[in-house]
Nanobody, 122 residues
Framework: QVQLVESGGGLVQPGGSLRLSCAAS????????MGWYRQAPGKQRELVAG???????NYADSVKGRFTISRDNAKNTVYLEMNSLKPEDTAVYYC????????????????WGQGTQVTVSS
């Protein structure tokens, strides 16, 4: 069984920084794209940033220049470094990964973490 476990959320003042981590564990053959999504109250879940297994990245316009996504393939872990945080960044942040479990041939599945709350407030 494959699972994603997130950590690093919390309360931070505007202008502050946080670092989120998400580790994939279980019976994994390969991890493809990994990413971070967020969902604010009353809003749809949106993509924040994504990163391929080769390190190519993409970001939502609202976080470009402030957030950095990275990954450690040896640890099946993805990170989100968030700087210059704004109140509008407040949301539950979810990790997502496209993973091929062992024994599934080359078929991949999308997995989600449980979510971690990020609150930006003075």
């Amino acid at each position: 069984q494959v699972q994603l476990v997130e950590s690093g959320g919390g309360l931070v003042q505007p202008g502050g920084s946080l670092r989120l981590s998400c580790a994939a564990s279980g019976s994994i053959f390969r991890v493809n794209v990994m990413g971070w999504y967020r969902q604010a109250p009353g809003k749809q879940r949106e993509l924040v940033a994504g990163i391929s297994s080769g390190g190519s990245t993409n970001y939502a316009d609202s976080v470009k220049g402030r957030f950095t996504i990275s990954r450690d393939n040896a640890k099946n872990t993805v990170y989100l470094e968030m700087n210059s945080l704004k109140p509008e960044d407040t949301a539950v942040y979810y990790c997502n990964a496209d993973i091929i479990p062992r024994g599934f041939g080359l078929s991949s599945l999308y997995y989600w973490g449980q979510g971690t709350q990020v609150t930006v407030s003075s």
